[in-house]
């Protein structure tokens, strides 16, 4: 008589780790393959089982998991590690009817939790802190600790038929699937929409002694005509004004439309000074935050910051501020590298910031504009995104969001009763990509 024979399951994910999948709305399909096998007997003869028939029952259980060692001044390594959720997912549950070595597939779909938390109202709403987080990893070195950190997800089978004693073999832990999760892909009138503008009040000094009677009208004769003490200098004040993308993602060409405008009621003129970008470098910087708080020695936080990405432009002499531009510049960088997505989660939690720096040349006078600027990594955009800050009318704001008061019209604009140039007929000035690299900032 014949014995039966024991139960082998596999589990295939479609597209394997390599696929990447999109937030909670974005379906991971699979099968889990069932294999009724023969047990080898004492002399190790396998002999072909008895037919199987029983109640099955196949369950997924999908789980995360942060985990974070730390090693402080060569001591033993201290685990930091927190489950992020762990749901179980019904597969199949049925009567079962296997012959011997023969292979039954059972496919599957799940998704993953919008949030880790149990949702305990209807008006509860995910945050970014409760968010799933992305698929992880790093390592990096924090004075005097060594930090590893691995956000991963993997899906575990488990099979029974009730009432029969049958063996089962299952995948181990090193050979389950692990799924390539991160944040949901955005739409690039969303990105588009994420454009934002800062504003900087630059002034600048004169040096040589001025008439105290009146002062002449243009930029450049007042400024060589202040006084020689620094508590009776004239200056002139203008504002700089810089867009760019707040949401930005791999490959997405860097740029960014600066503008010079007047200061208002702060200026001692009426007229835009003769301004010039001379050049213009942005840093991507990234940085990686680990909760520690958990161990007794060390720093209750180790935090690591580093630059990814540089670019650089030199500009040529195109790049003047004047009003037949409407004293507005574009300048295009190179395109952003990949990197992993922004998130915040308890344990650990990553952050992007554009470290600006420009230079613009005002009336013989080198100014100087540096911005620290935060900036969210996502996904590419389901269309295909978009590689400039699109229509000026859909992003710049109104005179009345940047500054107080409007500004007079220009010689030129009120000669040519008051037209000013189209933002979107100023060419964007030639570029050139610096270098690629991580270094500790």
């Known amino acids: 008589m014949s014995k039966l024979g024991k139960l082998c399951a596999d589990i295939h994910v479609e597209g394997g780790a390599l696929q990447s999948h999109y937030g909670p709305d974005d379906p991971i399909r699979g099968q889990v393959v069932l294999s009724y096998e023969p047990v080898a007997n004492i002399l190790r003869r396998k002999t072909t089982p008895a037919e199987l028939f029983g109640p099955l029952k196949i369950q997924l259980k999908v789980y995360g998991r942060a985990e974070v060692r730390i090693r402080h001044q060569g001591e033993l390594s201290t685990n930091h590690n927190m489950d992020i959720f762990c749901q179980t997912i019904s597969v199949f549950e049925g009567p079962f009817k296997a012959a011997g070595c023969h292979a039954y597939p059972f496919p599957f779909t799940f998704t993953f939790p919008e949030d880790f938390r149990a949702k305990s109202s209807a008006a509860w709403v995910p945050t970014p802190t409760t968010s799933v987080p992305p ?65 900087e009040r630059v002034e600048i000094f004169g040096s040589k002694p001025a008439s105290p009677k009146a002062l002449p009208s243009d930029v450049e004769s ?58 213009l470098s942005v840093d991507l910087v990234a940085t990686t935050s680990v909760d520690a708080s958990e161990r007794i020695i060390g720093s209750n936080e180790c935090v690591d910051k580093r630059v990814l990405q540089k670019f650089a432009a030199s500009t040529s002499s195109s790049a003047e501020f004047s009003a037949a531009n409407d004293h507005t510049v574009d300048v295009v960088l190179d395109r952003i590298t990949s990197a992993p997505c922004s998130f915040a989660h308890r344990k650990v939690t990553r952050s992007y910031l554009f470290r600006l720096d420009m230079k613009l040349k005002v009336a013989d006078k ?76």
């Open 135 to 199: 698929t992880f990893g790093m390592n990096f070195s924090a004075r005097h600790d060594l930090v590893n950190i691995r956000i991963e997800y993997l899906v575990e089978v488990l099979v029974s038929v009730k009432g029969i004693k049958i063996k089962t073999i299952l995948p181990q832990e090193n050979l389950r699937p692990v799924i390539n999760y991160t944040r949901p892909r955005p739409s690039g009138s969303l990105v588009n929409s994420s454009a934002f503008t800062f504003q």
């Open 222 to 279: 007042i400024l060589s005509s202040c006084p020689n003490a620094a508590q009776d200098r004239t200056s002139f004040k203008f504002d700089v004004i810089c867009t760019h993308h707040r949401l930005i993602y791999a490959g997405q060409v860097l740029t960014y439309r600066i503008k010079v405008s007047h200061a208002g009621s702060a200026s001692r003129t009426i007229f835009l000074p003769t301004a010039t970008l001379k050049s």
């Open 366 to 441: 080198i100014v100087s504009v540096a911005r620290d600027c935060p900036v969210t990594m996502v996904p590419q955009p389901v269309d295909g995104g978009l590689t400039d800050l699109g229509s000026p009318a859909s992003w710049l704001p109104p005179w009345s969001a940047v500054e107080d008061d409007m500004p007079p019209p220009t010689y030129n604009e009120a000669r040519a009763d008051g037209l000013p140039t189209r933002l979107d007929a100023v060419g964007p000035s030639k570029a050139g990509f610096c270098e690629q690299g991580q270094s500790k900032v």
